[in-house]
């Protein structure tokens, strides 16, 4: 088992001694300093801001695993977390969940008697010492002003994240997200600047400066013979503007690019916020030769009314189901009856938040027809992205992805 960084530390909160040896006993081998507690007492008194991984047991009998969380997100940790527990896998599941929104890494949630290979592959992960730095700029606070001014000046561009076929493992597209390249604390991530842009009344701003950019990049990319599509996130007020589809036509044929070029990724919100205007839209592109894509699939409360009236091209499961496979079994039914559905309908589908070789298997295995997640790459700048068309692309395999190699994709 090779370890990437021999000094990263692991602290182990497990009330059964024996096991939290063991826990220890592969972190050593993983080449980890680790320390155990079988008490919160004991796991507070341990506790040290540079810790890289904690491994928790969720059933503490002087602490619950919803306590843990909320005490490590007050405190700001960043870095590697893994959930453990005997207790059901749904509830296993729910936990992680929170645990996320509480603006925790979490990579792993097992259920005991845990996997050996599953708990070694984890606790071999790269090490999180980029994402626990990043962490306190992610939760920093901006002036308006501020937020504004990098709209305007350029600082805030797009990132972009592969998707790749599972039908031929290449790269069919990519997903531009809004970055900012701030000159302190580095590249930030949405949280720090989207919702303020969107209160203040920006959105038509900052979705001509992601569009105008998104476009520049995939003409250059086009020219040096990269076949990309590139998607790009709609707003619900863009979507229902009448401009829209013009403002959008124009930025294309300016750059000598194709309304095929583009998937247009609306949310199912975003669909109904104003309905008669949004089907009119969706309508006028996809005449035009746009795809458009619902995104965040199944979590709104009208899908399946959306999936009959609008012509959409592309369905994307949301990330909250993915990240349950395959071990919830109420979330293997809920995807591959959703894959099933879109075939059925003449849909392509991508699975977004995409983390592991187990979660890309039971991708394929269903049928679906892309994934796009940290497992394949994380966004990158345009450059990044020139290196892993040339390149990266390369090293996907499906031994590397664990795709049945008997699977009627390949």
Same mark, same amino acid.
């Given at each position: 088992?090779? %370890? ?5 530390? =692991? ?23 680790? !320390? ?62 929170? %645990? ?68 031929? #493992? ?6 531009? #997200? ?8 580095? +590249? #930030? ?10 209160? #203040? ?16 990049? $995939? ?47 609306? /949310? ?16 006028? =592109? ?20 959306? $999936? ?29 009856? /959703?894959?099933?559905? !879109?075939?059925? =309908? ?24 892309? +994934?796009?997640?940290? $497992? =394949?790459?994380?966004?990158?700048? +345009? ?12 090293? $996907? ?14």
């Amino acid at each position: 088992m090779n %370890a990437f960084h021999p000094n990263r530390k =692991l602290l182990v909160l497990d009330d059964e001694a024996d096991f939290a040896e063991l826990v220890c006993d592969v972190g050593s081998e993983a080449g980890l300093r680790v !320390a155990a507690a079988n008490d919160f007492s004991q796991f507070t008194d341990q506790y040290t801001d540079d810790l890289d991984v904690i491994v928790l047991d969720l059933s503490m009998p002087d602490s619950d695993g919803i306590e843990l969380t909320r005490w490590l997100s007050e405190r700001g940790y960043g870095a590697h977390l893994i959930l453990m527990s005997g207790v059901d896998k749904q509830i296993l599941e729910s936990t992680r969940e929170i %645990a996320a929104k509480r603006g925790l890494n979490v990579i792993g949630a097992l259920q005991k008697p845990v996997s050996i290979d599953e708990l070694e592959s984890l606790l071999c992960m790269p090490s999180a010492d980029s994402d626990r730095r990043s962490v306190p700029a992610q939760r920093k606070t901006f002036a308006d002003e501020e937020i504004v001014s990098a709209l305007r000046s350029g600082d805030i561009n797009p990132h972009y994240q592969p998707k790749i076929s599972l039908g031929q #493992l290449v790269c069919d597209g990519v997903e531009a #997200l809004a970055r900012w390249s701030h000159p302190v604390h580095g +590249i #930030l991530g949405p949280d720090t600047f989207l919702p303020r842009l969107l209160a #203040l009344g920006h959105s038509d701003e900052l979705a001509s400066r992601m569009f105008s950019a998104a476009a520049d990049d $995939l003409a250059d990319l086009r020219r040096d013979g990269f076949d990309v599509k590139v998607a790009l996130n709609v707003e619900g007020e863009q979507l229902a503007d009448s401009g829209f589809p013009d403002r959008i036509s124009d930025i294309a044929t300016e750059r000598g690019l194709k309304p095929a070029d583009f998937v247009l990724e609306v /949310t199912e919100h975003g669909v109904v916020a104003r309905l008669f205007n949004t089907i009119e839209n969706v309508l006028r =592109l996809r005449l035009r030769g746009f795809s458009v894509s619902i995104d965040d699939y199944g979590t709104g409360h009208s899908t399946m009314s959306q $999936l009959q009236r609008l012509p959409f091209s592309e369905l994307k499961i949301d990330k909250s189901f993915v990240d349950r496979l395959p071990g919830c079994a109420k979330s293997r039914s809920i995807v591959a009856s /959703t894959i099933e559905l !879109a075939h059925r =309908l003449g849909l392509n589908v991508v699975a977004e938040g995409v983390e592991t070789p187990a979660q890309s298997r039971t991708l394929a295995e269903m049928g679906c027809t892309s +994934i796009q997640g940290f $497992l =394949l790459a994380r966004p990158m700048n +345009i450059g990044a992205l020139r290196d892993f068309l040339t390149d990266g692309i390369a090293q $996907l395999s499906v031994e590397r992805l664990a795709l049945p190699a008997e699977s009627r994709f390949f």
